[in-house]
């Protein structure tokens, strides 16, 4: 099988609420001149919105586009839809799923680590959340689903931003890193957002997330690389302020008493951990809590060991693995982040210690 395909197709998975500006983004996929071959999978032609100009031929569930990309919908299996896609000519640069509106991404990220014929082609590369800046409060208060989507992502486009205030833009983007602190936001109109920012990310590529992000689990850093990072601290820790005190700016109070079993919670330990410890505890807390935790991520100091752990989890799928040796510039301490419902900080915290060697 692997010897036919030995670079994966990188997979990204598209998510967001309805009328967030998934459409418009698939359709500039569809339909921009980036002399790439992109497949689209999408839930429901019908949903999408397609303009039908752009189709040159369509068999039964594949549709042809102008620019060589393809688009297909998922009427029934996932995992069947993609290798129909696996054996068509001429190959892919990648593959863009759009889950609908209401879906929680986990189970179809969860594909891509179960399905060994799927494995063997692909690689999950992000979860790209798509939020509109206008209604995304409305959202949070009101949508278990619009907070999960948001928890999961590896990157939020923000977007329709020039219909809301920069003071309002700001609160928006604290409140969207409670909820998630590792995820860069990215602002958009009309989903204006270069696509190679979003796609090829490598947000499960365990070594390529460090590489690319050495402080990606310094809370305190905010996100290296995000734009507006100049208020980053500042809005983070008066968020935080107004959370914890129980109040908000007036129009988003209401939100509040629901996003909150949602948050991201990091941890750091300046002592090497004990590597069966670590691992002992990190496969109880998955085991134990797998379906409220949505995603996590660390970097490990383990005692006795000259390389970093890196590690990653979906639900309860764990994938870890030691990369590159620490050196001498790099701050040597553990860090994870965890991304859940209801997530016990201080239990968390008291095992993470109790792991020290």
Same mark, same amino acid.
Not at 53 to 61: F, P
Not at 137 to 164: C, G, H, M, P
Not at 305 to 321: K, N, P, S, T, Y
């Given at each position: 099988?692997?010897?036919?395909?030995?670079?994966?197709?990188?997979?990204?998975?598209?998510?967001?609420?309805?009328?967030?500006?998934?459409?418009?983004?698939?359709?500039?996929?569809?339909?921009?001149?980036?002399?790439?071959?992109?497949?689209?999978?999408?839930?429901?032609?019908?949903?999408?919105?397609?303009?039908?100009?752009?189709?040159?031929?369509?068999?039964?569930?594949?549709?042809?586009?102008?620019?060589?990309?393809?688009?297909?919908?998922?009427?029934?299996?996932?995992?069947?839809?993609?290798?129909?896609?696996?054996?068509?000519?001429?190959?892919?640069?990648?593959?863009?799923?759009?889950?609908?509106?209401?879906?929680? +991404?986990?189970?179809?990220? !969860?594909?891509?680590?179960?399905?060994?014929?799927?494995?063997?082609?692909? $690689?999950?590369?992000?979860?790209?959340?798509?939020?509109?800046?206008?209604?995304?409060?409305?959202?949070?208060?009101?949508?278990?689903?619009?907070?999960?989507?948001?928890?999961?992502?590896?990157?939020?486009?923000?977007? $329709?931003?020039?219909?809301?205030?920069?003071?309002?833009?700001?609160?928006?983007?604290?409140?969207?890193?409670?909820?998630?602190?590792?995820?860069?936001?990215?602002?958009? !109109?009309?989903?204006?957002? +270069?696509?190679?920012?979003?796609?090829?990310?490598?947000?499960?590529?365990?070594?390529?997330?460090?590489?690319?992000? +050495?402080?990606?689990?310094?809370?305190?850093?905010?996100?290296?690389?995000?734009?507006?990072?100049?208020?980053?601290?500042?809005?983070?820790?008066?968020?935080?302020?107004?959370?914890?005190?129980?109040?908000?700016?007036?129009?988003?109070?209401?939100?509040?008493?629901?996003?909150?079993?949602?948050?991201?919670?990091?941890?750091?330990?300046?002592?090497?951990?004990?590597?069966?410890?670590?691992?002992?505890?990190?496969?109880?807390?998955?085991?134990? !809590?797998?379906?409220?935790?949505?995603?996590?991520?660390?970097?490990?100091?383990?005692?006795?060991?000259?390389?970093?752990?890196?590690?990653?989890?979906?639900?309860?799928?764990?994938?870890?693995?030691?990369?590159?040796?620490?050196?001498?510039?790099?701050?040597?301490?553990?860090?994870?982040?965890?991304?859940?419902?209801?997530?016990?900080?201080?239990?968390?915290?008291?095992?993470?210690?109790?792991?020290?060697?």
């Amino acid at each position: 099988m692997t010897q036919f395909a030995p670079t994966k197709i990188p997979v990204t998975v598209l998510t967001g609420y309805l009328g967030a500006g998934k459409t418009t983004l698939l359709n500039r996929i569809l339909s921009e001149d980036h002399g790439k071959r992109y497949a689209v999978i999408v839930n429901e032609f019908g949903e999408i919105g397609i303009d039908n100009d752009l189709i040159v031929g369509a068999d039964e569930e594949v549709f042809e586009m102008n620019n060589g990309c393809v688009c297909c919908t998922v009427r029934g299996d996932l995992i069947r839809v993609l290798s129909g896609l696996m054996k068509r000519k001429g190959g892919f640069d990648a593959i863009i799923i759009e889950t609908t509106g209401l879906a929680d +991404p986990g189970p179809v990220a !969860q594909t891509f680590f179960v399905d060994e014929d799927v494995k063997a082609r692909t $690689k999950l590369d992000s979860v790209t959340t798509v939020v509109d800046a206008k209604h995304v409060l409305l959202r949070l208060s009101d949508s278990k689903e619009a907070r999960e989507q948001i928890a999961f992502a590896d990157q939020i486009v923000l977007n $329709k931003t020039d219909l809301v205030s920069e003071d309002d833009l700001r609160m928006l983007e604290a409140r969207l890193r409670r909820l998630n602190p590792l995820a860069p936001i990215h602002r958009a !109109q009309r989903s204006d957002v +270069p696509l190679d920012t979003i796609l090829g990310r490598g947000g499960f590529d365990l070594d390529r997330i460090v590489s690319i992000e +050495p402080e990606f689990l310094n809370p305190a850093h905010g996100e290296a690389g995000h734009v507006h990072d100049e208020h980053c601290d500042h809005d983070h820790g008066h968020d935080h302020h107004h959370h914890d005190h129980g109040h908000d700016h007036g129009h988003a109070k209401a939100s509040d008493i629901h996003d909150d079993d949602i948050r991201g919670i990091s941890l750091r330990l300046d002592r090497p951990l004990d590597g069966g410890k670590i691992t002992n505890w990190l496969n109880d807390v998955l085991a134990t !809590q797998g379906p409220d935790i949505l995603r996590a991520k660390g970097i490990i100091d383990v005692a006795g060991d000259e390389r970093r752990l890196v590690f990653q989890a979906v639900h309860m799928i764990l994938e870890g693995d030691f990369q590159r040796p620490w050196n001498a510039t790099d701050e040597r301490h553990s860090r994870l982040v965890f991304i859940g419902r209801d997530l016990d900080e201080a239990k968390l915290r008291a095992g993470f210690e109790a792991c020290a060697a």
